[in-house]
């Protein structure tokens, strides 16, 4: 063999190796480099399915991979063969692909110094089933995530969790057209936006929830700290909205917003998080995040909750979402004053958890979700 055959599935292996190559080796986020990959290669669009499970996969499954192949390595491979034998066992050991197909295939893309080491731990990998030392490794998660949620939801739902977040995501869309996850719609809702209130929606973009509130009739403020996030909220606002002037842009820091205190019927901070309540959709987040790094954002959220909460009027509602289920970002955070907790169930398919509500995927089919909602007192 002398290189990639001109099999089409072989051509998005080579496309799939390629944007795996720059994630593993050069810190590259999947999906920043994986549509650009995909726009340029010409692919049919069977075969850009293809190469977005096989990146997506072989990522989020990077832990999992490695221990399927260490079994059959004595001397650590170099980082490229590294890449190229996870995209293998990928395929052999997480995939429908035939064996013998995902080994010859696999190893057309491999140099020719390193093809019969590949085709011979690929063909041991098939051959040999795994016995997995942990779960952890076998659902392919840092043991500190495991462990954490383990902790604070319960072994069983934490780990019936994180496997559901190992399942690609399936598209919702909206009947205006916008897709958007059902929990982010459940989010939208809870607010319970009616037409003719003033409401602010901190940290907007892309603007799914903007458009949910604006929909009811509702007119919001829409804030965003990044000018080109804030640009897309507008855009989305114009192409699926029927009156965009219901929603104003601000392009501002949500910990300082330059609007009216105590002005807004109804203020919606959905704040940045760890995102791990959003795993099945970021398939390298779970490698990105640390315990030290959700310190400095529960810091972060408590300022924007902060924020936020000296924008309701009297009797008005606060919400607070974020699309993670860790404890310290969402239910640990102080009731901001002159606020009471609005117990009321915002539905079936929320579980109550502490003074707030959450999503649990494997439960819902949906991202992982937690939520507060705080009513101000009327003084």
């Known amino acids: 063999m002398s290189g990639p055959s001109s099999n089409p599935a072989s051509s998005a292996r080579a496309v ?25 290669s ?19 499954m990077r832990r999992a991979l490695d221990a399927l192949i260490d079994r059959f390595v004595v001397d650590p491979p170099d980082a490229t063969t590294r890449t190229l034998l996870r995209l293998g066992a990928y395929q052999i050991a997480m995939t429908r692909i035939p064996a013998h197909a995902a080994v010859h295939e696999t190893v057309s893309l491999a140099p020719r110094r ?15 089933p795994m016995r997995w030392p942990d779960r952890a490794t076998e659902l ?51 607010v319970e936006a009616r037409s003719g209130e003033l409401i602010a929606d ?12 604006a929909r009811t009739g509702a007119h919001v403020v829409a804030v965003e700290l990044h000018r080109s996030r804030a640009g897309l ?20 820091d949500a910990r300082t917003p330059p609007l009216r205190r105590r002005a807004f019927d109804a203020v919606l901070v959905d704040a940045p998080c760890s995102g791990l309540g959003v795993l099945r959709r970021r398939a390298d987040a779970r490698w990105r995040m640390t315990p030290d790094a959700i310190v400095g954002l529960v810091e972060l959220q408590g300022s924007m909750l902060t924020a936020a909460a000296d924008l309701v009027r ?33 539905g079936e398919s929320w579980r109550s958890r502490g003074p707030g509500w959450m999503l649990l995927p494997h439960l819902t089919g949906t991202d992982g979700m937690t939520m507060l909602r705080y009513r101000r007192r009327d003084r």
């Not at 799939?16 to 340029?40: C, D, F, K, M, N």
């Not at 495991?146 to 399936?170: K, Y």
């Not at 916008?178 to 939208?188: H, I």
């Not at 974020?322 to 169930?345: K, Q, R």
Request: one cysteine or more.
């Open 16 to 40: 799939a190796l390629s944007v795996l190559q720059r994630i593993e080796h050069s810190g590259a986020y999947v999906h920043l480099v994986l549509p650009g990959a995909l726009e340029t």
């Open 42 to 60: 010409r692919l049919s669009e069977m075969d850009r399915r293809l190469v977005t499970e096989l990146v997506a996969g072989t990522t989020r």
């Open 114 to 128: 390193v093809r019969g080491f590949v085709n011979a731990v690929l063909r041991r990998i098939a051959a040999e």
């Open 140 to 190: 392919s998660y840092p043991d500190w995530i495991v462990e954490r949620l383990s902790d604070e939801l319960g072994e069983a739902d934490a780990l019936a969790t994180l496997e559901a977040m190992n399942t690609a995501p399936s598209a919702t869309v909206r009947s205006d057209g916008y897709v958007q996850d059902l929990a982010s719609q459940m989010v939208a809702g809870s």
């Open 202 to 213: 901190l940290c907007a973009a892309p603007g799914g929830k903007t458009t949910a509130l």
């Open 233 to 252: 909220v507008s855009a989305n606002a114009d192409r699926v909205l029927e009156d965009p002037s219901r929603v104003v842009v601000v392009n501002a």
């Open 314 to 346: 009297p009797g008005g509602r606060l919400i607070y979402s974020v699309c993670t289920l860790i404890a310290a970002e969402s239910i640990e955070h102080p009731i901001p004053e002159g606020f009471e907790v609005d117990a009321e169930s915002p």
